[in-house]
């Protein structure tokens, strides 16, 4: 059984308008509840989104993740998406757990808002109360410098990071998961994942680095540190999911979250 912040039906006809501000919603899924209209707006959004999709992977990876966040309009058309894992594991010979994401999307012309963001957030809170006694790590695969970017708005620790040395330990456990998840197709000297064939990229229109302001620093950072970016590489980001980790306005949805 799903939760939800905001729970609306399928549309009958895809809604080809503008996306309005005014009125999102967000909704939590298992992603085996999902159903066939909502894989196809889902997809509709990647392929704008990226060049070189395949539809037979968007949906093999889909069916590998637990839960996906849907980021709804007014009118009901989904207009953003989070996937996420669960994944149980080790480290140092202590159990621990990493929500691991997959692809995160939200159409530019909603780019700002911050709902799925705080749904997610909120949703990370539940994810504790499961195991609340187990450490909680994210894993974050980023084929864009926004994605990256969520790390710096979220935590104050994270690999890697262009403001502070990597921690050694937490780039080790980001290997072991990243080779876990990825294989040979993850290179630990690098930290990027790179398939060859290589997969799906950032569309041109989208692919383009902010030149000023902290957004500039943390894209050059990004494109120092994967530099096969526009080909489709992804870095792979490891944080402490701790509330003392968490930004304060992150920390304090958190806590009513789990309040």
């Known amino acids: 059984m799903s939760r939800s912040d905001l729970s609306r039906p399928d549309p009958a006809q895809p809604d080809r308008r503008p996306p309005n501000r005014r009125g999102l919603g967000t909704e939590i899924r298992a992603a085996t509840d999902l159903s066939t209209a909502n894989r196809d707006e889902m997809y509709a959004l990647f392929a704008h989104a990226y060049d070189g999709?395949?539809?037979?992977?968007?949906?093999?990876?889909?069916?590998?993740?637990?839960?996906?966040?849907?980021?709804?309009?007014?009118?009901?058309?989904?207009?953003?998406?989070?996937?996420?894992a669960v994944i149980d594991a080790t480290d140092r010979g202590r159990p621990i757990r990493c929500v691991f994401s997959g692809d995160t999307l939200v159409d530019p012309a909603l780019w700002g808002t911050n709902a799925l963001n705080f749904a997610w957030?909120?949703?990370?809170?539940?994810i504790r109360a499961e195991a609340p006694a187990t450490p909680l790590y994210w894993l974050l695969i980023s084929k864009g410098f926004r994605t990256y970017r969520y790390l710096s708005?979220?935590?104050?620790h994270y690999v890697p990071r262009p403001d502070a040395p990597d921690d050694p330990a937490l780039?080790?456990?980001?290997?072991?998961?990243?080779?876990?998840?990825?294989?040979?197709?993850?290179?630990p000297g690098r930290g990027v994942v790179a398939h060859d064939p290589p997969r799906e990229r950032l569309a041109p229109a989208l692919?383009?680095?902010?030149?000023?302001?902290?957004?500039?620093?943390?894209a050059r950072y990004f494109a120092q540190a994967n530099p096969g970016y526009a080909q489709g590489q992804e870095l792979v980001c490891l944080c402490p999911l701790d509330p003392d980790?968490?930004?304060?306005?992150?920390?304090?949805?958190y806590a009513r979250a789990l309040a």
């Open 121 to 126: 957030i909120r949703h990370l809170a539940a």
């Open 207 to 218: 692919a383009g680095l902010p030149e000023t302001g902290r957004a500039a620093v943390e």
């Open 153 to 156: 708005t979220f935590a104050r």
């Open 53 to 84: 999709t395949d539809r037979a992977r968007f949906d093999a990876d889909l069916a590998a993740k637990r839960d996906v966040l849907l980021l709804r309009t007014g009118r009901g058309r989904i207009a953003g998406f989070t996937t996420l």
């Open 171 to 187: 780039v080790a456990l980001r290997d072991r998961l990243a080779t876990r998840l990825f294989g040979s197709a993850f290179d």
């Open 245 to 253: 980790n968490m930004r304060p306005f992150a920390r304090r949805l």
